[in-house]
């Protein structure tokens, strides 16, 4: 059975940096766009970044362009995602997903495209 792992997660002061990592296993990253979305406390999920298959676009939440990267190395079946500039608002576990289609260059912003889930990891960002 095939897995998304995330970690990176953290306690960091405003104003800091996390880098996020989310590895397959039993799963490969080529050929799909991959996201990252976040839940706060009291939330819904939200969509935060994607990287389409190729590496070619990249997409962000208004809130986060900026201040957080997306990256993907298909070599390590890995993505990233740099944050930077963290504020308080950013507390959040934060998701990585793979798209259910093969190629597509869309924004992949809602989570109903995804059918692949990581089990999250924590961010939280103090005042």
């Known amino acids: 059975q095939g897995q998304l792992v995330e970690s990176g997660g953290g306690l960091v002061q405003a104003g800091g940096s996390l880098r996020l990592s989310c590895t397959a296993s039993?799963?490969?990253?080529?050929?799909?766009?991959v996201g990252w979305f976040r839940q706060g406390p009291g939330n819904e999920r939200e969509f935060v970044a994607t990287?389409?298959?190729?590496?070619?676009?990249?997409y962000y939440a208004d809130s986060v362009t900026g201040r957080f990267t997306i990256s993907r190395d298909d070599a390590k079946n890995e993505v990233y995602l740099q944050m930077n500039s963290l504020k308080p608002e950013d507390t959040a576990v934060y998701y990585c997903?793979?798209?259910?289609?093969?190629?597509?260059?869309?924004?992949?912003?809602?989570?109903?495209?995804?059918?692949?889930w990581g089990q999250g990891t924590q961010v939280t960002v103090s005042s």
């Open positions: 997903a793979r798209h259910q289609l093969v190629y597509t260059s869309g924004a992949g912003s809602y989570d109903r495209e995804y059918n692949y």
């Open positions: 039993g799963h490969t990253f080529r050929t799909y766009t």
């Open positions: 990287i389409t298959w190729n590496g070619g676009r990249t």
